[in-house]
C-alpha cells in the first residue's frame, strides 16, 4: 500500500482557517509538500505576511515569524544573513508583494537575496473584504473599484515575474496557477526547484501562484477555478520567465 | 586603552561593536552617515554583517529578522528615517525582540534641515508600547549608553533607542572603552531565537508573533502591568546637581544640558541654579523632582526646539509646584548657553 | 479495488471542489453528517472504481483527503 496523496507533513494539524475553496489551502499543502520531499522541515524558516496568507505562520510545523504588511523580504533577509545555512521562505499575497511591499521585494531580488517567495496572486485584497490590488484585471469588479478596474485611472495590471526577472540577482523565477491538478502538480515542481535554487546558493527565487478567491470573487469554488484559466492566465501567462544551472 | 579622541557617531558605533553587535542594517541619512560608515568599515573585519538597506524601512525589518534570529544586532537613523521604522519598533515590542536604535536628533517635521535639534522626544509608533530611551549628553556617555543598551534589550526582551541629537552625533571628543559599564549577567537565553526547529530541543519548532502561550491581548496587558514598571524600576537614569537648595532648576538633556553647566558655573553668585538632567527620556525621571528642595521657585527646560517637548514631563513631576518656562528654538544658532542665561536672569528678574 | 479513499469529515469545508474534479463522478456530498463547521462534508461512493488518481485530495484546500493505493 502505498500513499499517493496525504496532508503534508511538515504542516502542524491545525486547521486552516482560509474560506471554504479558497485556494491558499492548496498552495500551503504544496508548499509543505516540496518541504517534506526535499526533507528540509528542521531547518526552514517561514516568514508570513499580512493578509491572508500570512496565516501560513500559523500551519508550518516549521520555525515561522510574522511579518508586516509588505516586508517580509527584508525581515527574511535578515533571518537569513544570520542564517545562511538554513532554508528561508517568505509567502505573500498580491497587495502584500505587489502594492505595498514592491520595494522589498524588488530589491530583495536585486541583492540576490537567498530566499525563495511564494507569491500567491489572487487579484484582489482577500482578508481585507475584496479590495482592488495592482493584479486586479481591468474591468474586474471589487469594492474599491465597484464598476470595474478601469486602466485609464488605475493603469493595467502589474506582472511581477516579468518584471523581476529583469533584474540580475533572480535566479529563478516562474509563474504557475493551482486551477487544475496537472497545474497544482506543476505548481509544486515549480516550489520545490525554488527551494532547490535556494539551498544550491544560485540566488533569489520566486513562485507566482494565480490563486482564487471564490468569497471576494463572488464565485462558487469550482467557477473561481475557472475563472482563473479564462481571465487571469491569457493576462498572466504561465511558464518559466528564469532558471538556474 | 587610553582616551581616542573620536566623532559621536563613530563612538557610538564603536561602543555597538565592542558590545558584540552582530549585524547592522542602515540607511544614509545625515547627521548620522558615519554609523552605517563606520560599521561598513569595521563589522567585516571584526566577524560581523553590514548591510545597507533600501530604506530606513526595510533596515528596520531587517533588524527583526536578525533578532528573530539570536543576533545583537542595530540600526541607526534620524528623525525622518526614525518615523519610518516605527511600526516595525512597535511590532518588535509585541513579538518581544531585541534590538538598538540610534536615533540622531535633526530639525523636522519631516525632510526638515540637517541642523543638530531635539524635536522627536514624543515620536512614537502604534499601540502604546514603551522602549528604554537613552539621551546622552557627551560622547563617553554616548559609547556608555550605547554599550549598556545591548544588555538592556536582551535583558528584558525590549527594543532601547538611544536618542541623540546631531550635536552629539557629529562633535568630536575624548572616549575611554576601558570605562564601560560592566556587562550584564544572566541574560536570558535566546530559546526563542528562529535557526530551524532542527537546533531546538524536542525540535518543536517556534512561531515568532507573540510570546510562548501568550495571546495578543495577553502580550500586551504583560507589558504594560508588569515589563514596564519593572523597567521603570529597575532602568531610570537621571543626572542630580544641587537642588536641594536650588532657586531656580534647570531641567534639560543631551546637549541642551551640557550649555546648562556652563550656565550655573556663570551664574554662580548670581541665582543658585540646580539641575535634573533625565539621563532616560522613557522612563522619564518623574522622582528626581520631589529633591527639589522649598526654596525653589522655578524651572527653566532648555531644548533645541521651538515650544518645548519635555517641557510636558517636566511639568508633569512638578504637579503645579513650580511654574515652567521654555527657552530654546531650532532656528540658525538654535540654542546657546547665552540664550538660557538671558532666560534664567529674565525668569530670576521677575520673581524678585 | 485497487485503492483507499479516506475523508477527514471534520476539517471539510463544503467546497466540494473534489466532487469537481474526481473524474469517474464518485464523490458526493454525505447528507448524512453535520459536522462542526456546519456543512454536509463529502464522502466517495464506489470505492471500488476508484484509480487512485488523487486530484480529489490535489484539490482539497484543507487536506481533508489520503489516498493510497494497493
Known sequence: ?245 | ?352 | MISSVRFHQDACKGCELCIHFCPKGLIQTDTAVLNANGVHPTKITRQEECVACANCAIMCPDGVITVEKF
Not at chain 1, 508583494?97 to 514592491?102: D, E, N, Q, R
Not at chain 2, 525589518?61 to 539570536?70: D, I, L, Q, R, T
Not at chain 2, 518588535?92 to 536615533?103: E, F, K
Request: charged share 20%; glycine share 10%.
Open chain 2, 1 to 352: 586603552m587610553a582616551k581616542v579622541l573620536m566623532k559621536g557617531n563613530e563612538a557610538m558605533a564603536e561602543a555597538a561593536i565592542q558590545a558584540g553587535c552582530q549585524a547592522f542594517f542602515g540607511y544614509p541619512i545625515t547627521p548620522q552617515s558615519e554609523i552605517p560608515e563606520y560599521f561598513a568599515r569595521e563589522l567585516p573585519k571584526r566577524g560581523g554583517l553590514f548591510l545597507q538597506a533600501e530604506s530606513e524601512l526595510a533596515a528596520m525589518n531587517m533588524v527583526m529578522g536578525a533578532s528573530a534570529s539570536g543576533a545583537r544586532v542595530m540600526t541607526s537613523t534620524s528623525g525622518p528615517g526614525y518615523c519610518l521604522k516605527l511600526e516595525t519598533l512597535a511590532a518588535m515590542t509585541l513579538t518581544r525582540l531585541p534590538a538598538v536604535v540610534v536615533v540622531v536628533m535633526r530639525s523636522g517635521p519631516a525632510f526638515g534641515t540637517m541642523k543638530a535639534a531635539q524635536e522627536d522626544y514624543r515620536m512614537n509608533g502604534n499601540g502604546g508600547y514603551k522602549v528604554v530611551t537613552f539621551a546622552p549628553s557627551n560622547l563617553q556617555e554616548a559609547a556608555e549608553m550605547v554599550y549598556e543598551a545591548f544588555d538592556i534589550a536582551d535583558q528584558y526582551r525590549n527594543p532601547v533607542v538611544v536618542m541623540a541629537d546631531g550635536m552629539i552625533g557629529q562633535m568630536m571628543e575624548g572616549v575611554d572603552y576601558d570605562k564601560m559599564p560592566p556587562k550584564r549577567t544572566a541574560l536570558p537565553p535566546k530559546t526563542w531565537a528562529l535557526h530551524g526547529r532542527g537546533a531546538r530541543a524536542g525540535k518543536k519548532p517556534q512561531l515568532l508573533f507573540l510570546p510562548d502561550g501568550m495571546g495578543h491581548y495577553g502580550a500586551k496587558h504583560y507589558c504594560e502591568t508588569q515589563l514596564y514598571p519593572e523597567i521603570i524600576r529597575n532602568e531610570t537614569r537621571v543626572e542630580i546637581t544641587d537642588v536641594e537648595d536650588a532657586d531656580i532648576v534647570l531641567a534639560a538633556y543631551g546637549t541642551a544640558a551640557r550649555m546648562c553647566k556652563n550656565v550655573i558655573r556663570e551664574l554662580q553668585g548670581t541665582v543658585r541654579l540646580g539641575m535634573i538632567r533625565p539621563k532616560t527620556l522613557w522612563p522619564f525621571p518623574y522622582e528626581a523632582f520631589e529633591q527639589i528642595g522649598p526654596k525653589c521657585k522655578a524651572i527653566v527646560v532648555p531644548e533645541i526646539n521651538i515650544i518645548g517637548q519635555m517641557i510636558d514631563d517636566v511639568r508633569i513631576a512638578s504637579a503645579g509646584r513650580w511654574p515652567a518656562h521654555h527657552v530654546g528654538d531650532s532656528q540658525n544658532d538654535f540654542l546657546t548657553p547665552n540664550r538660557i542665561r538671558d532666560k534664567v536672569l529674565a525668569v530670576w528678574e521677575g520673581l524678585q
Open chain 1, 1 to 245: 500500500m502505498a500513499i499517493v496523496y496525504e496532508r503534508p507533513k511538515s504542516l502542524n494539524g491545525a486547521p486552516f482557517t482560509y474560506c471554504p475553496g479558497c485556494t491558499h489551502g492548496i498552495i500551503t499543502q504544496q508548499v509543505a509538500a516540496a518541504i517534506d520531499e526535499l526533507g528540509i522541515v528542521d531547518d526552514t524558516i517561514c516568514v508570513g505576511c499580512v493578509g491572508c496568507g500570512g496565516y501560513i505562520a500559523w500551519f508550518m510545523d516549521t520555525d515561522a515569524i510574522y511579518s508586516l504588511h509588505g516586508r517580509a523580504p527584508a525581515n527574511a533577509t535578515g533571518i537569513k544573513r544570520m542564517n545562511p545555512d538554513k532554508v528561508v521562505f517568505t509567502y505573500q499575497g498580491d497587495g502584500d508583494l505587489a502594492s505595498i511591499g514592491t520595494a522589498e521585494i524588488v530589491q530583495a531580488a536585486h541583492r540576490g537575496e537567498k530566499i525563495t517567495t511564494i507569491f500567491v496572486n489572487n487579484a484582489t485584497y482577500g482578508m481585507t473584504g475584496g479590495q482592488m490590488a495592482p493584479t486586479t484585471l481591468v474591468g474586474q469588479k471589487t469594492t474599491t473599484s465597484p464598476y470595474g478596474r478601469d486602466a485609464a485611472h488605475c493603469g493595467k495590471p502589474i506582472r511581477m515575474c516579468e518584471l523581476l526577472s529583469t533584474i540580475d540577482g533572480a535566479a529563478f523565477i516562474q509563474r504557475v496557477a493551482v486551477n487544475t491538478p496537472g497545474n497544482v502538480r506543476k505548481a509544486r515542481a515549480a516550489i520545490k526547484r525554488a527551494f532547490q535554487c535556494q539551498i544550491e546558493g544560485k540566488g533569489f527565487a520566486l513562485v507566482e501562484v494565480l490563486s482564487a478567491c471564490p468569497t471576494n470573487w463572488g464565485k462558487t469554488p469550482a467557477a473561481a477555478l475557472d475563472w482563473i484559466a479564462s481571465d487571469m492566465i491569457p493576462y498572466y501567462p504561465l511558464g518559466n520567465f528564469k532558471d538556474f544551472q
